[in-house]
């Protein structure tokens, strides 16, 4: 019958959310390659070494389509853990010696 402010301001939303849950439903059915246990697949220490040298793999893999950042096929969550323990090895050494270096200041000053 009467038609509030709020109901003009739903219909928006709903159409907004109608369209997210189908682009994702739709995602879905992207065609990817099969994913099959291949005999020499990276394993978790080619998962980390890939990771420790992701900084300059990223930049070579800019300029050369023969280079990719990421190993695929791969043994799965055990190559993928390997990458991010690797990748997050890579900001280690800086921030101990940036946290030794304030302790050192702190210290200074006292």
Do not use: E
């Not at 439903?25 to 990276?42: F, I, N, Q, W, Y």
């Not at 990223?58 to 389509?65: G, K």
Request: include cysteine.
């Amino acid at each position: 019958m009467f038609r509030t402010s709020t109901t003009r301001c739903r219909r928006p939303a709903v159409a907004l959310t109608a369209a997210l849950v189908a682009t994702l439903l739709l995602a879905g059915c992207a065609a990817t390659s099969a994913a099959g246990p291949v005999a020499d697949a990276p394993g978790f220490w080619l998962g980390v070494w890939q990771g420790m040298i992701l900084p300059i793999t990223f930049l070579v893999s800019l300029f050369s389509d023969q280079v990719a950042v990421y190993a695929v096929p791969n043994a799965g969550h055990l190559y993928d853990f390997g990458f991010v323990v690797g990748a997050c090895v890579i900001p280690l050494p800086g921030t101990l010696l940036r946290g030794a270096t304030s302790r050192r200041r702190a210290k200074a000053r006292r």
